[in-house]
């Protein structure tokens, strides 16, 4: 069975974005990016909340035509555009770019994704992955911490009432100072063992 893992870019006090949305307090260089390339393209599928879904399609669409854009970001932009995406929304009416709109986070559904033959699937946002959790439908979660204090802004864990063993399956270290770290829910059924 596939895996569902939760990835989130996050700030050293635990934020995903600040308080505007704004993200641009991440660390991305090009051993980063290069990295996200790599492992995006290993992946069956991207499900992602609206907002997340919106960001990523107001810009990585037509990356690689922008003059300007560098080799890892146009790279990423045929990896986005290729890779299936399912967008969760009750309000989006059209999606492009290999994007199925799905209404509701239905947990038999998503098992059955999981159990179709393929590669890994990734979720991400602070609002869709909060009901994964709470759901148990996470195999793994993937933090990339990056070295700044935003002081306020949207946290990474929106369940606080899900309480969840892990256990540390990797670390790495990027040259920017991100860390990745990288750990498996010990309660959850492609875990088990």
């Known amino acids: 069975m596939r895996k569902i893992i939760l990835s989130m870019s996050v700030s050293?006090?635990?934020?995903?974005?600040?308080?505007?949305?704004?993200?641009?307090w991440?660390?991305?260089?090009?051993?980063?990016?290069?990295?996200?390339?790599?492992?995006?393209?290993?992946?069956?599928?991207?499900l992602e909340g609206r907002v997340t879904w919106q960001l990523m399609a107001d810009y990585w669409p037509t990356a690689d035509q922008d003059p300007g854009g560098s080799e890892v970001e146009a790279e990423f932009a045929g990896i986005w555009r290729d890779t299936p995406k399912y967008v969760f929304s009750r309000t989006l009416r059209e999606a492009g770019w290999n994007t199925t709109i799905v209404r509701e986070v239905v947990p038999e559904e998503i098992l059955a994704l999981k159990e179709k033959a393929g590669r890994d699937l990734v979720v991400g946002g602070a609002d869709l992955a909060a009901s994964f959790l709470r759901l148990?439908?996470?195999?793994?979660?993937?933090?990339?911490?990056?070295?700044?204090?935003?002081?306020?802004?949207?946290?990474m864990f929106l369940a606080p009432e899900v309480k969840a063993g892990l256990r540390l399956a990797g670390t790495r270290t990027f040259g920017s100072g991100v860390v990745q770290l990288r750990h498996e829910l010990v309660n959850s059924p492609t875990n088990a063992h």
């Open 12 to 24: 050293l006090d635990g934020f995903m974005e600040g308080p505007d949305r704004e993200i641009d």
């Open 26 to 46: 991440h660390v991305v260089d090009d051993e980063l990016h290069r990295h996200f390339n790599d492992w995006c393209k290993t992946l069956g599928a991207f």
């Open 136 to 155: 148990g439908l996470v195999d793994e979660i993937h933090t990339y911490v990056h070295p700044v204090l935003i002081g306020r802004g949207k946290p």
